[in-house]
């Protein structure tokens, strides 16, 4: 399987450790951080991700909002041009630990966090990089690899390749 995932989401799995909107938004997540820590692929989508899923649809939802969609665009450029790669829907996506790293040790600098700008949970995810993100739930193993991957995956592939 693949995990859709909205752009923004990939600076939030950074920092995710089991706090959100609701228990079920919780619950969910904590599903697809052990579904990522395996090394499942993912997908990138516009618009509300597997992420987004129990909250998509509910009120004051903000995941269809314009504000979202803004910062999905300058998650997809930051974290784009530290992987050197063009983050858009379609994308099918795997990333290494190495490259979790790399994305961490940007966050934590702020050198990709320009997205974050006014999100509520900025704080809670600025005290996680500053402790050196203790208690995440999407983890590296020191091989390089997501836990629970063998090798190093291949970067991006043509979207019809991730079914």
């Known amino acids: ?51 987004c899923g129990p909250v998509a649809d509910t009120d004051g939802s903000h995941c269809r909002t314009e504000s979202v969609s803004t910062r999905d665009a300058q998650a997809a450029a930051d974290a784009g041009a530290l992987l050197g790669q063009t983050i858009r829907p379609g994308l099918a996506l795997s990333l290494t630990g190495t490259q979790i790293e790399a994305l961490r040790s940007a966050f934590r600098t702020g050198h990709i966090r320009p997205a974050c700008a006014g999100c509520e949970w900025s704080a809670l995810c600025t005290q996680i990089a500053d402790g050196g993100y203790r208690d995440v739930r999407i983890n590296v193993q020191a091989s390089g690899s997501l836990s629970g991957a063998g090798t190093e995956k291949i970067h991006p592939r043509p979207a019809d390749a991730a079914t």
């Open 1 to 51: 399987m693949t995990i859709r995932l909205r752009p923004h989401h990939l600076l939030c799995m950074l920092t995710y450790v089991g706090k959100g909107y609701s228990a079920a938004f919780v619950d969910n997540y904590d599903r697809i951080a052990a579904r990522l820590s395996a090394g499942e692929d993912m997908l990138i989508v516009e618009g509300p991700d597997d992420i």
